[in-house]
C-alpha cells in the first residue's frame, strides 16, 4: 500500500506537480479531427487545463487558453476567422500561437499573447503536447495510425475516476479471468441472458520492460508452451497505450487524463480493408457516456463496459493506502515503479521512456510485435 503522498504523487495531473511534469512530455489525443467539422470552436480540458480548441478559416488548428485577455470572457464563444479566433465579447482574436493579432476599436494591437500549445493531426485524432517547447518530441507514428489501408473508427468515452487505474487494469491480467469470465458469466444469468461466459485459467503470469513499454504476458491452462500470448506477451506503451487485438484487427486503448478524477478513454481500431471497400476519407468517432443502473452502479454488459465499470468503481482517486497487493499485481507494482522512475528523469532534466526523436525511427510507422491471439473466452 501507498501512502498518502505517495498516491497523490502518483495521481495527480497538473501543472508543478511531479506526475503532471512527465505527463507534459507526451502528446495526448484530445478530439478526433471530424469533431471540428461539427463545431470549429471547442472548450477542452487536459491534464488539469481548461483550454480552447480551434480551426481557423485557413485550416489552421489552435489549442489556446480559456479565457480572453481583455476581460475574461470564454474564448470557446469565439467566431473563427482567416487570421485566428475571434473573442465574441468585444472582438479581439488570437492566432494559433495565442497572440493578438486584432483589437477593435482600440489605436493600436497591444502584444498580448495568451498560453497556447502545439497540436498535430495523426490518424484522424488531434493530438496536443503540454511540454516546454523545447523538450516537444516527435509525435510517434504507432502503425494502425498511419495505415489508411486499414478501416479505422473510434470512440471516445469520458470515464469519472484518474487514469492511473486505467492503466493499472492493463497490467493485471489475472482480472481477465474473473472480471470477463466469473463476473461477466454471472451478469449473464442475472439479466436472464441465455449465453455461458467462461474463461481459461492463468498458470503464469510475467512482464518485460522493453524501449517502448511493458510486454505482459501469460501463460494459460490448455495452451502450449509456445504459445504467442506467453511468447511474444501484449505489449502496453508507456504512460498511456494498451494495444490489444486478435489476428489482423487490433485497437489502442489511450487512457487520456483530463484531471485528477477524470479521464478520457480513446478506443482506436482498425483492420485491413477488403479488395472492394472504397477508402475511407475520414475516421469516423462516436462519443459515448456511460449509462448507469437504478443503484448508480455502472452498467456493464461487454468486455470493454467491464473494465471501465471497474475503474469507476474503486473511485475518483484509488485509495492505494487501503490496497494489500499480492503477487498477481507484480505488473502494477512494476509500472508504478516505472513512473516514479520517469518522474525522476524528467526532474533531471532526461527524456522520459518512449520519447522519439529520430525520424526515421518514426518513419514510415512504429511497428510493436503484439501476441495474434488473446486470452480464450468461451461464449455459448
Not at 505517495?6 to 512530455?25: A, I, K, S, V
Not at 505488473?331 to 521512456?353: A, F, S, T
Amino acid at each position: 500500500m501507498l501512502t498518502v503522498e505517495q498516491n497523490e504523487r502518483l495521481t495527480q495531473t497538473g501543472p508543478g506537480t511531479p506526475m503532471g511534469e512527465l505527463l507534459r512530455r507526451y502528446w495526448w489525443p484530445i478530439a478526433a479531427t471530424v469533431d471540428l467539422d461539427d463545431d470549429p470552436v471547442q472548450p477542452v480540458r487536459l491534464l488539469s487545463e481548461d483550454l480552447t480548441l480551434f480551426r481557423d478559416l485557413q485550416g489552421n488548428v489552435g489549442l489556446i487558453g480559456k479565457a480572453c485577455a481583455h476581460r475574461a470572457i470564454s474564448l470557446a464563444y469565439g467566431i473563427p476567422q482567416e487570421n485566428g479566433l475571434r473573442c465574441a465579447y468585444h472582438g479581439w482574436t488570437y492566432n494559433v500561437q495565442g497572440r493578438v493579432v486584432d483589437m477593435p476599436f482600440e489605436p493600436a494591437c497591444l502584444p498580448l499573447k495568451i498560453t497556447a500549445y502545439q497540436v498535430q493531426e495523426l490518424g484522424g485524432l488531434l493530438w496536443a503536447y503540454l511540454g516546454p517547447p523545447e523538450t516537444t518530441p516527435l509525435l510517434p507514428r504507432l502503425e494502425l495510425l498511419v495505415r489508411d489501408d486499414w478501416r479505422r473508427s473510434v470512440i471516445m468515452r469520458p470515464l469519472p475516476c484518474n487514469w492511473v487505474q486505467c492503466n493499472d487494469n492493463s497490467l493485471d491480467p489475472v482480472h481477465f479471468e474473473h472480471l470477463h469470465g466469473y463476473f461477466g458469466d454471472y451478469w449473464n444469468r442475472k439479466h436472464g441472458i441465455d449465453r455461458k461466459v467462461a474463461t481459461a485459467k492463468h498458470l503464469k503470469i510475467e512482464f518485460d520492460v522493453f524501449e517502448y513499454g511493458i510486454y505482459k504476458r501469460r501463460l494459460l491452462e490448455g495452451d502450449p508452451i509456445d504459445a504467442d500470448d506467453w511468447v511474444v506477451g501484449h505489449p502496453f506503451i508507456f504512460p498511456h497505450t494498451l494495444i490489444q487485438g486478435v489476428g489482423d484487427s487490433y485497437g489502442l486503448q489511450i487512457r487520456v487524463p483530463i484531471d485528477d478524477t477524470n479521464t478520457m478513454h480513446v478506443r482506436y481500431r482498425g483492420s485491413p480493408m477488403k479488395p472492394d471497400d472504397e477508402p475511407q476519407t475520414s475516421v469516423p468517432v462516436q462519443h459515448l457516456e456511460l449509462t448507469w443502473d437504478a443503484y448508480g452502479r455502472v452498467e456493464w454488459p461487454d468486455v470493454s463496459h467491464q473494465d471501465e465499470a471497474a475503474w469507476v468503481g474503486q473511485g475518483p482517486i484509488s485509495d492505494r493506502t487501503r490496497e494489500h497487493l499480492a503477487t498477481s499485481d507484480k505488473g502494477v507494482i512494476l509500472y508504478h515503479r516505472l513512473l516514479m522512475e520517469n518522474v525522476q528523469k524528467v526532474e533531471r532534466g532526461e527524456d522520459p521512456m518512449f520519447t522519439i526523436r529520430d525520424i526515421e525511427e518514426n518513419m514510415p510507422y512504429i511497428h510493436v510485435e503484439r501476441e495474434r491471439q488473446s486470452a480464450k473466452m468461451i461464449s455459448r
